[in-house]
């Protein structure tokens, strides 16, 4: 089982768009929940985004209208499409998966973690 691997980070101007991607062929085989969580310097890690194998999806209210999470079935990818990024989105970016779906921040309690992409927006 080859680890979650996260890719797609940068360093982008505020308004400007990223697109993460995650390698999770391992994971989202069948039934999944997995998601994305992110953690500033300084601030404890927060969930941002989930999505589980029926396309139920979930995103923070922070984010809401200018992300989006999806999953590509060909190339098995967990993907962040991070559009109009602002400032306080600078952050450490994480995929994770194994988890289980709740009603409020869609997927939690991972089980799976990637090592994070770092995504920094200048002002």
């Known amino acids: 089982q080859e680890p979650l691997a996260e890719s797609g980070g940068g360093s982008v101007e505020s308004g400007g768009s990223l697109r993460l991607s995650c390698a999770a062929s391992?994971?989202?085989?069948?039934?999944?929940?997995a998601g994305w969580l992110r953690q500033a310097p300084g601030k404890e890690r927060e969930w941002v985004a989930s999505?589980?194998?029926?396309?139920?999806?979930l995103v923070r209210d922070s984010v809401k209208g200018r992300f989006t999470i999806s999953h590509d079935n060909v190339k098995k990818t967990l993907d962040l499409q991070m559009n109009s990024l602002k400032v306080d989105d600078t952050a450490m970016y994480y995929c994770?998966?194994?988890?289980?779906?709740?009603?409020?921040?869609?997927?939690?309690?991972?089980?799976?973690w990637g090592q994070g992409t770092q995504v920094t927006v200048s002002s």
């Open positions: 994770a998966a194994g988890g289980r779906w709740d009603s409020v921040t869609g997927c939690r309690d991972f089980h799976y």
């Open positions: 391992s994971y989202t085989r069948g039934e999944f929940c």
């Open positions: 999505i589980d194998s029926d396309g139920n999806t």
